[in-house]
């Protein structure tokens, strides 16, 4: 099974799909992600792109507000708060402060930019 994102104006992720094998291969069963966007551009017009779980293409797995970077050739998830910086070689967001590396759990405060500790049972 193959999965494709599709793309509106903005080149935000409005929906995925999973598309047959059949459905994306050529003649000779070779999967070709052309012939999988002709497939979806036929069946639901609008604009598409390929993605996979595995991030085997486009560095991350498109989900519904994503944003397909051109430039990049990758799928970015939305910015979860303003003071993180994207990773151009990950496609992913990064917080000012790496995530603590001891056995406690943290969330993230915006406000003091960094790491606060989540106290246990909660």
Not at 5 to 30: F, K, P, R, S, Y
Not at 80 to 103: I, K, V
Request: charge should be negative.
């Amino acid at each position: 099974m193959a999965h494709f994102a599709q793309l509106n104006a903005e080149n935000l992720v409005t929906q995925v799909i999973v598309v047959a094998n059949q459905d994306t291969a050529d003649q000779d069963g070779v999967e070709n992600e052309a012939i999988g966007i002709e497939f979806c551009t036929n069946l639901l017009g609008g604009t598409w792109k390929q993605t996979s779980y595995n991030s085997r293409i486009r560095k991350n797995y498109a989900g519904v507000g994503y944003k397909y970077d051109a430039t990049l050739d990758a799928f970015i998830p939305p910015q979860p708060f303003a003071s993180w910086t994207l990773n151009n070689e990950t496609a992913q967001w990064e917080a000012p402060t790496p995530y603590p590396t001891d056995d406690k759990r943290y969330t993230w405060d915006e406000a003091t930019t960094a790491w606060v500790e989540v106290p246990v049972g909660e």
